[in-house]
């Protein structure tokens, strides 16, 4: 059964930093991999689709790689700003099109 | 863009009531799905579809059943409404593919309070 796992799970930064979240999933015959924001009593906004075939995506200041291989994604937010503080979920998806969701990284980037 | 829209933001039901949940979505998808989500759980599947009338069990079924009489609506029932059921309900759609419509659309969430 596919594992998903989210590190770390909070972090806090000042703006402007550059940052990096940590995607691991067990199954590595995943059909694509998904990253999401979720803002506190909000449903899951998607950022981008990476499908298997794909190294990476990238959406003004967000990138996400995938390597299959070693079963891990990275979501890199660049320039972070205090508009970015909230919760990001994976969610990698096999053949049956469930996704399975890891936990989040709560992230607070304070002025 | 897809969008897919949950009937309500807040509902407050009392315990044993018979309650709906609707979720529509605009971009001909065949695939929906249910899930729930609460602290420290993380998301937990209950129902998905993959077409009109076909219904499969996610990992948490027990006390809910589903309705799809249309492509676009998905409906979650909780047929006797407990406190153990309250949380935040969130419905998806999804299309496989590349383009820009492709993977998985929230709705904007239904937060569900039993009293």
């Known amino acids: 059964k596919q594992e998903v796992t989210q590190i770390p799970a909070a972090l806090s930064v000042p703006e402007g930093e550059n940052l990096v979240l940590n995607c691991s999933f067990t199954?590595?015959?995943?059909?694509?991999l998904q990253w999401f924001r979720q803002d506190p009593g909000k449903g899951l906004t998607s950022l981008l689709l990476?499908?298997?075939?794909?190294r990476e995506q990238t959406s003004g200041r967000l990138n996400a790689s995938l390597d299959k291989s070693s079963g891990r994604s990275t979501l890199y937010i660049a320039a972070s700003q205090p508009g970015d503080s909230a919760t990001y979920l994976c969610?990698?998806?096999?053949?049956?099109?469930?996704?399975?969701f890891g936990r989040g990284t709560s992230l607070i980037v304070h002025p | 863009d897809v969008k897919v829209t949950q009937s309500s933001r807040y509902l407050v039901k009392r315990t044993g009531e018979k309650v709906f949940l609707e979720c529509v979505q605009d971009m001909d998808h065949e695939n929906m799905f249910w899930y729930r989500q609460d602290p420290g759980l993380g998301l937990r599947l209950i129902y998905f579809?993959?077409?009109?009338?076909?219904?499969e069990k996610g990992d948490i079924p027990e006390g809910y059943s589903v309705s799809r009489e249309k492509k676009e609506r998905f409906s979650l029932i909780l047929e006797s409404a407990s406190t153990n059921q309250t949380s935040m309900y969130l419905c998806?759609?999804?299309?496989?593919?590349?383009?820009?419509?492709?993977?998985?659309?929230f709705g904007s969430g239904t937060r569900l309070t039993v009293v």
């Open positions: 199954d590595s015959a995943i059909y694509n």
């Open positions: 969610a990698a998806s096999g053949g049956s099109y469930i996704p399975t």
């Open positions: 990476i499908q298997s075939s794909q």
């Open positions: 579809s993959y077409d009109v009338k076909m219904k």
């Open positions: 998806a759609s999804h299309t496989p593919g590349s383009q820009p419509s492709a993977g998985y659309t």
